[in-house]
């Protein structure tokens, strides 16, 4: 099984307050979409390392408004401007993210070149991307899932032209996996037509210290799991 999704880490060797909170930087297979999961401190070296560059970053996940989630992130947004953006970014984030961007842009006197959406994060789909869904569930601390879109059956032309079925509603119907029997008593089965559907890649990030049922029940049939904390 081929996922298409790259998961690099940005995180370094710095430890705050007795624990790092892991920064990611996900590349979106088929797309030049590059999600940024938190803004570690030195996050551009990490990007630079990684050939990343930072014109594709389409949005940005903070767990927390902690200062190993969002250190680097100031230096991120101004170096955004520096390379003239354009386009749209999205930023989404715990209560008090657009106080906390309003401070910094204050306190910085600075302001950025392009425009910048920020969400604040609820229990629901955030976001839907044309192979992509992002999940957010919020409780103690944030946690979320990307799911890539489930592929529907693929009616097989060729193997209904060999049976000499008639092209019309019929194919409409073994598509859904309908079975005919016909007046000799040959049954016709639908699900001989077609390829199955492809269930999709389903990669949950959990950012709570401690195993509990809610992660359990949010990670289930996950492909891969990855914590946000060392």
């Not at 604040?120 to 957010?136: N, P």
């Not at 409780?139 to 890539?148: A, D, P, Y």
Request: with cysteine; glycine share 6%; proline share 2%.
């Amino acid at each position: 099984m081929v996922i298409c999704m790259d998961i690099i880490n940005l995180t370094h060797d710095i430890f705050i307050s007795g624990h790092t909170v892991r920064s990611f930087a996900l590349k979106l297979g088929q797309t030049k979409n590059i999600w940024l999961v938190n803004c570690c401190e030195g996050c551009q070296h990490e990007l630079i390392k990684k050939n990343i560059k930072i014109s594709q970053i389409s949005g940005i996940i903070l767990t927390d408004l902690n200062a190993d989630s969002i250190a680097g992130l100031l230096g991120l947004l101004s170096s955004l401007s520096l390379v003239n953006r354009n386009k749209i970014l999205h930023i989404y984030g715990p209560p008090n993210l657009d106080r906390y961007i309003s401070l910094i842009k204050k306190y910085a006197k600075t302001n950025f070149c392009y425009s910048l959406y920020l969400h604040i994060f609820q229990t629901k789909l955030l976001v839907e991307f044309d192979t992509y869904k992002l999940y957010a569930f919020v409780k103690k601390n944030i946690e979320f899932v990307f799911l890539n879109k489930e592929r529907n059956k693929t009616f097989q032309l060729s193997k209904a032209q060999l049976f000499r079925l008639i092209e019309g509603p019929l194919y409409g119907k073994l598509k859904q996996g309908m079975v005919f029997l016909l007046p000799d008593g040959f049954v016709i089965d639908g699900t001989n037509f077609v390829l199955y559907r492809y269930a999709g890649i389903k990669i949950s990030f959990l950012s709570d210290l401690y195993i509990n049922r809610q992660s359990i029940e949010i990670s289930s049939l996950s492909n891969i799991i990855y914590s946000l904390f060392y």
